[in-house]
């Protein structure tokens, strides 16, 4: 499945792929992982630069053994191939994480919200 996503707001669309998209059932926890990987260009072609964004929605006990009920547990991580991938580390690394971080509180505040709004 092929995407055209906006890329940080800069105006040009990123074309991105679906690369999973499964139902986690491990014995252990139990969800749905999500991701997604650049499609190379002319310009950025795979062995220059790749990435691929993973996300996980698990349930998890929200505190064991007291029977309190069920959470869900958001996982998001990114990785980056190619001879460029040590430069975005360097360059962009922190603000990726940080990036990351705001988008969990934000999909955190919009899940309680919709939550406590009964939707």
Do not use: H
């Amino acid at each position: 499945m092929d995407l055209d996503m906006n890329s940080g707001g800069n105006g040009r669309p990123t074309g991105v792929e679906l690369s999973v998209l499964e139902r986690i059932d491990d014995g252990r926890r139990a969800g749905w992982r999500v991701a997604w990987r650049t499609r190379p260009t002319l310009t950025l072609p795979s062995w220059m630069l790749r990435a691929e964004r993973v996300q996980e929605f698990v349930e998890a006990e929200a505190d064991p053994g007291t029977g309190a009920g069920v959470e869900t547990e958001y996982v998001c991580w990114e990785t980056f191939y190619g001879v460029l991938a040590p430069v975005v580390r360097t360059v962009v690394g922190t603000k990726v994480a940080a990036g990351f971080n705001a988008w969990a509180e934000g999909l955190k505040a919009r899940a309680e919200e919709l939550w406590r709004a009964g939707k």
